[in-house]
């Protein structure tokens, strides 16, 4: 039924400066670029910014996982840059680690690394 993650939408109340953050976050320039919404290539994924708020709400009511290769460098990274750890890495089972921070906008953002 699900096949893969496709596209993971932010809503953020400045886009240029959601842009910004994610371009550093990232390293990728966005292949889609006007004021209405950003669209990140990311592997294949889409990680879109959209400006439109009405009837968002800041929050912890989602959270889509990407994953890393080092968790720990993209959480230092992450950190670095502004965001906020909201749950710190943890082990859920084998070599399987999450996290999850969250961008200056309020979005979490998760984490995952390992096999």
């Known amino acids: ?14 886009i240029i400066k959601a842009k910004d953050w994610y371009i550093q976050l990232t390293g ?10 950003i ?11 959209d400006p439109d708020t009405n009837n968002i709400e800041k929050g912890n009511h ?3 996982y ?3 290769d080092d968790i720990a460098e993209a959480v230092a ?6 965001a906020v750890i909201i749950s710190p890495i943890q082990n859920v089972g084998g070599n ?4 999850i921070v969250a961008d200056p ?3 979490n953002i998760g984490l995952i690394a390992g096999a």
């Open 1 to 14: 039924m699900l096949n893969k993650l496709r596209t993971v939408i932010y809503h953020v109340d400045d």
């Open 66 to 68: 990407w994953s890393v």
């Open 39 to 49: 669209g990140f290539d990311i592997n294949g994924c889409e990680l879109g910014l």
């Open 105 to 107: 906008f309020g979005n």
């Open 28 to 37: 990728i320039q966005p292949y889609f670029d006007e004021i209405f919404y």
């Open 77 to 82: 990274k992450a950190e670095s840059i502004g």
């Open 96 to 99: 399987i680690e999450v996290a």
């Open 62 to 64: 989602h959270v889509a």
